[in-house]
């Protein structure tokens, strides 16, 4: 007997109301990419969101470290839609 599994993430939907914030909230426990200011990137699971502050957990090529990002210096949230 097989199974196969088809992992399909969730689709994109961007509210008028949206903000840097909303968006990550709706992404606490998955896997994003943020993009700063300086063009900068990190990947890893958002943790928690906390007014102008993102936690960012098993930072990619960092996996034992957490990032503490400041919402006001993301440039862009990149989000695995399929």
Same mark, same amino acid.
């Given at each position: 007997m =097989?199974? =196969?599994v088809t992992a399909t993430a969730d689709p994109l939907v961007l509210?008028?109301? /949206?903000?840097i914030e909303k968006v990550l909230i709706a992404q606490k426990g998955k896997k994003v990419t943020i993009r700063l200011?300086?063009?900068e /990137?990190?990947?890893g699971t958002v943790k928690d969101?906390?007014?102008s502050l993102v936690q960012?957990?098993?930072?990619s090529g960092k996996e034992f470290y957490d990032a503490i990002i400041a919402t006001k210096s993301i440039a862009a949230v990149?989000?695995?839609t399929q």
């Open positions: =097989s199974l =196969s509210n008028p109301e /949206d903000t200011g300086s063009g /990137d990190l990947s969101v906390n007014g960012l957990s098993g930072l990149i989000i695995r």
